[in-house]
């Protein structure tokens, strides 16, 4: 079968799903300019995650870490979302209150684009979180030194990130088992379904009965278990689910 023929496939199925889940990665922002995680330019590869992303290193090296997310955060508020992310709000305004967005990632874009039924699994690079009282707070300006405090508090702020070893939000991960088991059609963009619990969803959804389409850059180790796997740039291929079936 050709992409073409996926496609057509992929859109009557959508078709007919009444309930409607999306799992995105790095891949759906990589077309804003955003550097993925694990590809040639991933992000780990002039860096090791255990470095960076843990709370061990955070830790061990708080300005080093806020100085890697403020690197970050200059990088993504020159990035805009794209037709994928678009087509994901498109997608969400058709199913109405019958579809749900699931996102690993942290840059705030499907937000930027319009989506509002989300859950930021892996959190908001946008947002920060006291150490101390765990108030999490927007903050989108952090000048560095001196590192920054709660002001409620004083403790050390953190970014509001998972970081690896860190449990996911309880609230968070409940509304998204929800909409796995509850999904006729599991849509996964742009991951490369490596990091759990994230890598298993699809697992989850297909064994409570959807059908499972991916669609991504490369091959993953998800494509022998997805039921349609379209090989191509999400900003291409998303905006193509829109059409009628
Ligand atoms: C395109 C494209 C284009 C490119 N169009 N496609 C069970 C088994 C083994 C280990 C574990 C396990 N359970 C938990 C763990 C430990 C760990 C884990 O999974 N480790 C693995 C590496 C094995 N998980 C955790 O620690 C998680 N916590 C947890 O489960 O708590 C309970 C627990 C803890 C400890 C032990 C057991 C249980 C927390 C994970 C938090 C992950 N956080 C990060 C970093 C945050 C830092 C930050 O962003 O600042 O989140 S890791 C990093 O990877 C980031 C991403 O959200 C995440 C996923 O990456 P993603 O999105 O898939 O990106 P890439 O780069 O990997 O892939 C991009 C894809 O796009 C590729 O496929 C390309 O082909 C494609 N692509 N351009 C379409 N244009
Ligand atoms: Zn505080």
């Not at 057509?8 to 999306?22: C, F, M, N």
């Not at 995650?49 to 020159?78: C, G, S």
């Not at 939000?169 to 994230?198: K, M, Q």
């Amino acid at each position: 079968m050709t992409t073409d023929d996926h496609i057509l496939l992929a859109r009557r199925h959508l078709a007919a799903a009444r309930k409607l889940t999306i799992l995105t990665g790095a891949g759906i922002s990589a077309d804003s300019g955003v550097p993925t995680f694990r590809g040639a330019d991933g992000l780990w590869r002039n860096f090791r995650p255990e470095d960076l992303a843990t709370p061990e290193a955070f830790e061990r090296d708080p300005r080093l870490v806020w100085e890697w997310y403020n690197w970050r955060r200059e990088l993504i508020a020159t990035k805009q979302s794209n037709s994928a992310h678009h087509a994901v709000v498109e997608l969400e305004q058709r199913w109405v209150d019958r579809m749900w967005l699931i996102t690993q990632n942290v840059d705030g874009l499907h937000r930027a684009a319009g989506s509002q039924r989300l859950s930021e699994i892996h959190g908001n690079i946008w947002k920060v979180r006291c150490t101390g009282c765990g108030v999490v707070s927007e903050n989108r300006e952090i000048p560095l030194p001196p590192l920054p405090t709660c002001r409620l508090c004083q403790a050390l702020l953190r970014p509001h990130i998972v970081w690896f070893g860190e449990s996911l939000w309880e609230e968070e991960i409940h509304r998204c088992d929800e909409a796995l088991r509850d999904c006729d059609v599991f849509l996964v963009i742009g991951t490369s379904g490596v990091v759990y619990p994230a890598a298993g969803f699809a697992s989850v959804a297909k064994e409570a009965g959807a059908m499972v389409i991916e669609i991504n850059l490369d091959r993953t180790p998800q494509s022998n278990l997805v039921d349609l796997s379209l090989q191509g740039r999400a900003k291409d291929l998303v905006p193509l689910l829109l059409y009628p079936a």
